[in-house]
Structures are given as structure tokens and as C-alpha cells.
């Protein structure tokens, strides 16, 4: 048997000790009669999302749905930003620190810390800082930050690596000191491909920012949870519209973006 | 350069080396592939150490300078790379005014990098204008030509503001005429500002055109010290077929 053959072997016995741990059945995978009725209401309500509440019980004085929607949207993207934000201050630094420029006896301790930070998902660190900071802004933020740095300073330190180190090699022959033949050498070549990157994670770190709604924090899926347990599927959809407008608005701005970067 | 040893791996690059250049004077450096050409000059930059000996800058000594003592001295030297070793992405001025960081300080550097002075912006575009590309100041580096990467190449040198310019194969990827062009912009640039200028050719032809002394190296051992006209046939002969034995 070559290596191939006994990998692919290995992948499917794993497979089938998963799903024998799991007792999973081929029948499980299809939804029981009462979840195939909650498929139906709920995909039959896409082509009708709501544009004001379903609820006959809205208090008086309440904003608009639609307002609401807009005022949810912009918190998730303020969590995401003040989030991404810290994450680049500490993340890019990090992979300076964790690329092959730099000593092993600190880019291997900074490898190992990058590791930690980014193998604990945002969640559990929300978890986490809600028990120990409390219920703030803070802690939110800080816990979407810690992973995005790590998995920021992991791929930044790659992708120093990967870039050209003659100009900050030639700076260094001038006796530029290390720092400043960095900054000027290495870092505006990588930048473009940085970039893209941060972009890329700006558009995750919205989607974790509306995740953090099921802690109780007011982006757009604290209001998408308490729709979907009050089964108005219609204003569900409006959310989750609201949201693939965000991010392909972001995807399309981005793109302008890192095209300005590489021209 | 005294008594200097070099080992690379397990091959002996230089082995008790001596030469002596004087103050302004203009030097080719010229033989095979592997003669030790890169390295002599990289040595006489202090961008590697020499293993004995020492490589003296007037009075100042390589192999005794202290870590700040090196930066400065480095700082003397002007070195332009084969390649030319800018930053593709940064416009002409950035790329330049990096030729004196190694005199300034974070601050001083990061200034001169996001915001020079009108003083600094007007000193770099003199020399631009002195190797004619005055109107290429705020191109992308990527944006230029090979001709005039390679010029910029020589002004960031030149505005390091250096005693002794080093310049490593500036012609191994241009065409006859224009390779004529940057080494008489080279040789005329070194004498106005009265450097020191040593030059790695593979083209002895222009050596001899261009430089008062050519020195051939080979195997890490100078096979000639010479100037052009009193350079023997044989001589070359000897230093380009020996190899191919």
C-alpha cells in the first residue's frame, strides 16, 4: 500500500469511527415531520421579509423595524471594527516579532503565544472575559480581538517571510538599524497582501460580531435569535438580507481598497 | 585590506588577501564567476566580517569597531547592488532618501520616509536631474525601467552622502550601450564628489575604458594590478582559461 492509498485508508476509517461514536444514522440527516413543516414556514417566508414587525404586541414609542435593523447592523460593525482595530495594533506587530527576521529565542516564544491566542475560538474567549470583565463593550471586543491577532500575526509572519528581504538586507549594509530597515524594507512590500488579509478578516470578525448577540450583546444577532425563538421567520429573512448586504458591500469596498493598494 | 581571510562552507574564499585603494581612486574589479568578487566587495562594505586580518576605512578598523562604530562605518559606504535591492513599491523619493538611514536616528528616518523636508525633496531631486530622471521622482520604483531602477539605485548611494561607492555587477543585465552609459555616470558621479568607486565587471572591455586600474581576481588571489594599457594579453587569458581547467 503507497502513502496515498494508506492516507485516504486512514481518513475513511477515521470517518467511520466518527460517525459509529456518534451513532449517527442516514435517516438523521433528513428532518423529522415537524422539522420539515419549520423548513417550509421558514424558507417560504424568504420571498416575504418584513419590513415592520410581525409582532402584533409592539410597545408604543417603539422605533421603526427597519430602524432597528440599521441601528443592529451598525452595531456589529462597530464591535467588528473596534475589534479588527486592536487586533491589527497587536497582530502586526506580533508577526514581525514571529517572522524569520527576528531570533529564534523570541520569534519561538511569540510563535507559541500566536498559537494560543488564535486556538481558542472568539466565543469561548467571550465566554471567558464575560465571567471576568463582565457584561461591557470591553470585554466583547476583547474577546474577538485575541483570536484575530493570533491568526493576523500567524499569516502576517508568513507572508513576511515570503516577501523579498534584499531592499531590507541592502538598508541594513547602509547600518540601518533593524526596526527601520524593517519599516521601510519589508514592511511596504508586504503591505498589499496584509492588507487584503485584514480585509478578509474584517469580514469574519462581522460575522463573529453578530454571533456575539446570542451573549446578549445588541448587534444583529441578539435581535436574529429572539426573531427566530418568536418564530417570525419574516423578520429573520430581513436580517439575514441586511447582512449579506453588509458583507458584500464590504467584499466590493475591500476590493476597491486592496486594488489602490497594488496599483 | 590586510592580511585578510575569508572561509564560505568548506571552501577558502580569500586567503591572506592584501589591497590597497587610494582615496578618490577608481578601481574595476574584474575575472571569472566564483573568482570572490561579491565577497570582496561585500567585505569591504563590513557586510561580512572578515575571519583574520582586517579591512582599515582611513583610520577606522572593521575588525574593531564596536556594533555603533560598524553602523557608521557602514553608513560611508555606498553600495549598489547587482539587483539593485529597492523597494518596488515605494515611490523614487522614499526609496532614495533611505540611503541616509543609516545616519539618522528612528525618528529623523520615519520622517524622511513618510514627510521629507522641502530641503531634502530639492537635494534628491538635484541628483536625480544629475543622472536624468529628474521627472521620476514621485514614480513607483516598479513603474521604471531597468535603466532607471539602476539609476535610482546609484542616487540612493549617492545621497548616503558616502566616501568610497561599491557597486557589484551594475551591467550584468544590460545591453552593451547602455551598460557604457551607467558606468561612465558611475566613474563621473565618483570623481565629482570625489569618492572612491570600485567596480565587479565581467567585461573587461570596459574596465579597460573606463577604469585607471583593473584588478583581476581569481580563486580569491589577484592574478593582476594594473592600469589598462600596460595589461598584457596573456594576462587575461590566463585569468578567464585557467577556470576552465
Known sequence: MNHRTSTL?????????????????????????????????????????????????????????????????????????????????????????????????????????????????????????????????????????????GTLAKIGAEMLDETSDRAYHAMRGLGTGKLMAFIAGLLPQATPDLAGYAFYRFECAIRSSAVLGFFGYETAGYYLKSSFENLHYQEVWTWLYAFVLLVLFLEAWSGQLRRRFVA | ???????????????????????????????????????????????????????????????????????????????????????????????????????????????????????????????????????????RVDRLSGGEQQRVAIVRALFQKPDALLADEPVASVDPERARDVIGLLTKVAQEYNLTLVVSLHDIALAREFFPRVVGLRQGKIMFDAAPLDLQEGQLQELYSIQNK
Open chain 2, 1 to 139: 585590506m590586510q592580511s585578510v581571510s575569508l572561509q564560505r562552507g568548506d571552501t577558502k574564499v580569500f586567503q591572506d588577501f592584501n589591497l590597497q585603494v587610494q582615496h578618490g581612486e577608481q578601481v574595476a574589479l574584474v575575472g571569472p564567476s566564483g573568482a570572490g568578487k561579491t565577497s570582496l566587495l561585500r567585505m569591504m562594505a563590513g557586510g561580512i566580517p572578515s575571519e583574520s586580518g582586517d579591512i582599515l576605512h582611513g583610520d577606522a578598523s572593521f575588525a574593531s569597531a564596536t556594533p555603533k562604530e560598524l553602523r557608521s562605518l557602514r553608513a560611508r559606504v555606498g553600495f549598489i547592488h547587482q539587483d539593485h535591492a529597492l523597494v518596488p513599491n515605494l515611490r523614487v523619493c522614499s526609496n532614495i532618501v533611505a540611503g541616509r538611514f543609516g545616519r539618522q536616528g528612528l525618528l529623523q528616518a520615519l520622517r524622511a520616509l513618510i514627510a521629507p523636508t522641502q530641503e531634502t525633496r530639492l537635494e534628491v531631486l538635484q541628483l536625480l536631474d544629475q543622472v536624468g530622471i529628474g521627472d521620476k521622482m514621485y514614480h
Open chain 1, 9 to 149: 485508508f486512514a481518513l475513511f476509517i477515521a470517518a467511520l469511527w466518527a460517525w459509529w461514536e456518534l451513532d449517527l444514522k442516514f435517516v438523521d440527516l433528513f428532518p423529522t415531520k415537524g422539522g420539515a413543516q419549520i423548513a417550509r414556514d421558514f424558507f417560504s417566508a424568504a420571498w416575504r421579509p418584513a419590513i415592520d414587525y410581525q409582532s402584533e404586541f409592539v410597545p408604543q414609542g417603539a422605533p421603526p423595524f427597519l430602524w432597528i435593523v440599521l441601528q443592529g447592523m451598525l452595531r456589529t460593525i462597530y464591535f467588528a471594527t473596534a475589534a479588527m482595530t486592536l487586533a491589527v495594533v497587536v497582530g502586526v506587530p506580533l508577526s514581525a516579532l514571529g517572522s524569520r527576521l527576528v531570533p529564534s529565542w523570541v520569534r519561538i516564544p511569540v510563535r507559541i503565544l500566536v498559537g494560543g491566542m488564535r486556538s481558542v475560538h472568539e466565543l469561548l474567549w467571550a465566554i471567558f472575559f464575560l465571567a471576568a470583565i463582565g457584561f461591557n463593550s470591553g470585554a466583547a471586543v476583547i474577546a474577538l480581538a485575541i483570536p484575530y491577532a
